[in-house]
């Protein structure tokens, strides 16, 4: 069974730095075609993808948020961790972590996701 | 990159079919068989309903649906439940190797 949770602060200040943890079990991410990405959803707003990392260590970044954002892994540890700069309050929302995996000709989705972690970006 | 079209909401009775479009471009919903379709109810976090266009995953009732056409994809729902009330996006693959999400239908049951 795969599960993620998601960890990290609840509460950030304008122009900090946010660093969020997604800590999972059930596969490894170091089998090939596996990866984790990142999701997050403003209050009552749509999905926005952020970004993803592969068992490869291929990274990809939302075009519009790229600048902002680092993904890392930590296979070992099961651990995927991303970083988003200079925090805004428009950036307050959910932040959800999902399961991936590709293939040659698949693309499986995100599935199953994490629980969510509500990040709140207020002075 | 824009984030792909979906009606705002959508509704039907139970026991009817209905079905959200999601419309991209040549460069994701157009070029690639690679359109997933999520289901969220309230407050939960988001369920994999359909990937690659059409397939279902394991669990997944097959009263659910994908089909495209040109940049042009959908996600039908038949025999409509009262539980089947929730928002959907559609998502997909990129020209740019990145992904994008729809804005969101929010499916109301009559």
């Known amino acids: 069974q795969i599960t993620l949770k998601e960890s990290g602060p609840t509460l950030v200040k304008p122009t900090q730095t946010l660093t969020l943890t997604c800590t999972f079990s059930?596969?490894?991410?170091?089998?090939?075609?596996?990866?984790v990405g990142w999701i997050r959803q403003p209050p009552g707003k749509a999905l926005e993808w952020l970004s993803v990392?592969?068992?490869?260590?291929?990274?990809r970044y939302s075009p519009s948020l790229k600048s902002r954002l680092t993904i890392t892994k930590d296979s070992s540890n099961n651990q995927v961790v991303l970083t988003m700069t200079n925090l805004d309050t428009v950036d307050t929302g959910t932040y959800y972590c999902?399961?991936?995996?590709?293939?040659?000709?698949?693309?499986?989705?995100?599935?199953?996701w994490g629980q969510g972690t509500l990040v709140t970006v207020s002075s | 990159q824009s984030a792909l079209t979906q009606p705002a909401s959508v509704s039907g009775s139970p026991g009817q079919s209905i079905t959200i479009s999601c419309t991209g471009t040549?460069?994701?919903?157009?070029?690639?068989?690679?359109v997933s379709w999520y289901q969220q109810h309230l407050g939960k976090a988001p369920k994999l309903m359909i990937y690659?266009?059409?397939n279902r995953p394991s669990g997944v009732s097959n009263r659910f649906s994908g089909s495209k056409s040109g940049n042009t994809a959908s996600l039908t729902i038949s025999g409509l439940q009262a539980e089947d009330e929730a928002d959907y996006y559609c998502?997909?693959?990129?020209?740019?190797?990145?992904?994008?999400f729809g804005g969101g239908t929010k499916l109301t049951v009559l």
């Open positions: 999902a399961h991936r995996r590709v293939g040659v000709t698949s693309d499986q989705g995100f599935d199953p």
């Open positions: 059930g596969f490894s991410l170091t089998t090939s075609g596996v990866g």
């Open positions: 990392i592969y068992w490869d260590d291929d990274k």
């Open positions: 040549s460069s994701d919903v157009g070029g690639y068989n690679y």
């Open positions: 690659d266009v059409s």
């Open positions: 998502s997909s693959f990129t020209s740019s190797n990145t992904l994008v």
